[in-house]
């Protein structure tokens, strides 16, 4: 079965919703963090032509998100005592 083209993104367009370089992306799909397809017709091409699937990109976002801690301030110093 084929998904419907809406569930892939370019790198441009995933980019964009990562908040990053357009070379950010293509790094991360070269490291082998971000999975992708190459849609080029030469296997052998120069340029690459990746698509990122939506659901791939969920998972990625997700594996990184960070919780939320409330931001808690360091116990106050007391003052220095003067002994003499």
Same mark, same amino acid.
């Given at each position: 079965?084929? $998904?419907?083209?809406?569930?892939?993104?370019?790198?441009? $367009?995933?980019? $964009?919703?990562?908040?990053?370089?357009?070379?950010?992306?293509?790094?991360?799909?070269?490291?082998?963090?971000?999975?992708?397809?190459?849609?080029?017709?030469?296997?052998?091409?120069?340029?690459?032509?990746?698509?990122?699937?939506?659901?791939?990109?969920?998972?990625?976002?997700?594996?990184?998100?960070?919780?939320?801690?409330?931001?808690?301030?360091?116990?106050?110093?007391?003052?220095?005592?003067?002994?003499?």
């Amino acid at each position: 079965m084929s $998904e419907p083209a809406s569930a892939y993104l370019t790198t441009a $367009e995933t980019a $964009e919703r990562l908040r990053v370089a357009r070379d950010h992306v293509l790094a991360l799909i070269r490291k082998g963090d971000l999975p992708a397809i190459n849609i080029s017709l030469s296997t052998r091409s120069k340029r690459p032509r990746f698509r990122i699937p939506v659901a791939d990109l969920d998972r990625f976002i997700a594996a990184r998100s960070v919780p939320h801690r409330r931001y808690s301030r360091p116990p106050r110093r007391q003052p220095y005592r003067k002994f003499f």
